[in-house]
DNA sequence: TATTGTTATACTCTATAACTATA
DNA sequence: TATAGTTATAGAGTATAACAATA
């Protein structure tokens, strides 16, 4: 009985380590702003820039930033604007796929940079300690399926 | 130079923890989301009167959600027309508290109940992975002064 | 008939600025 | 003069519904 915890101290433990989480994320979150606050971006914009490693249908891009494909046309129109991505077609003329531009291509390499830097496990976790963290990481985003070995 | 992973790979694995952390925290929110649905109560709401564990100055409520005060007056007044809180003077009288109704009070308690039999770190993680993960987020938390032991 | 992207519109969350009443 | 809360307004981010083109 003595690693084992009641219930109610497990509940009390699990919300402790996600008011954690939260504050961890929003803290991420602000980082994430501030680093990209020199590119004069907003920060949707530059989460999709991210996620355009390679030219992509919007239907994948809405997916992946699980949202309606109608503000992926907004986010890709305002990227547009700016010259960042373009609309080629795909094989399936009902298809658009959004390709970086030479200039979009040069932004993600100034976010992706800029991001990393300001990191808040860059910078207040050691090498150690971040070798830890993957795996738990991990194991939070495991499939429902696989039960917690208690 | 065996333990000692060089910049580049140092900023890819940060990279790495960081979409994970972002991909718990929007899982995260989604089962707080999840969880209160059945309450009929906008998240806002809830996460103000998790606060609300004691009655306290609207300032107080401002500081603990990091939002403007004329946002706390517009939860404020969403809240008390639901009956789940009331605004009682305080000593300085320039100052309002916060305070639970009896309903806000079961209010609060359905909440946090919900929240925490849904959590992500409930479901998914083991007791012996949760005791792993607490220091590590705390880590990340420290104030920024304190450079990590490399 | 189902799917992709678009358009027009509207909603939620939150901030800013100007105000009042105290201190 | 500075602080607590309020009001009115505005903005960012995102969704819904109806639609056109293609499959």
Known sequence: MVDVPDAESRFD????????????????????AEAIAPLDLPVPLARAILQLNEPAPMRDLADHLTCDRS????????????????????????????????AGVAMREQISTAVAERN???????????????????????????????
């Not at 433990?13 to 994430?32: G, P």
């Not at 129109?77 to 390709?99: F, S």
């Not at 050691?126 to 194991?139: I, K, M, W």
């Open 71 to 102: 503000y992926i046309t907004n986010l890709a129109d305002q990227l547009g604007e700016r010259g960042l991505v373009a609309r080629v077609p795909g094989d399936d003329r009902r298809v658009k796929l959004l390709a970086l531009t030479e």
């Open 13 to 32: 433990e699990a919300r402790r380590l996600s008011r954690l989480l939260i504050a961890i994320a929003e803290q991420a979150k602000s980082d994430f």
């Open 120 to 150: 808040v496990l860059m910078r207040r976790l050691s090498d150690t300690e971040r070798q830890a963290l993957a795996p738990l990481l991990e194991a939070v985003l495991r499939p429902e399926s696989s039960a917690p070995p208690t």
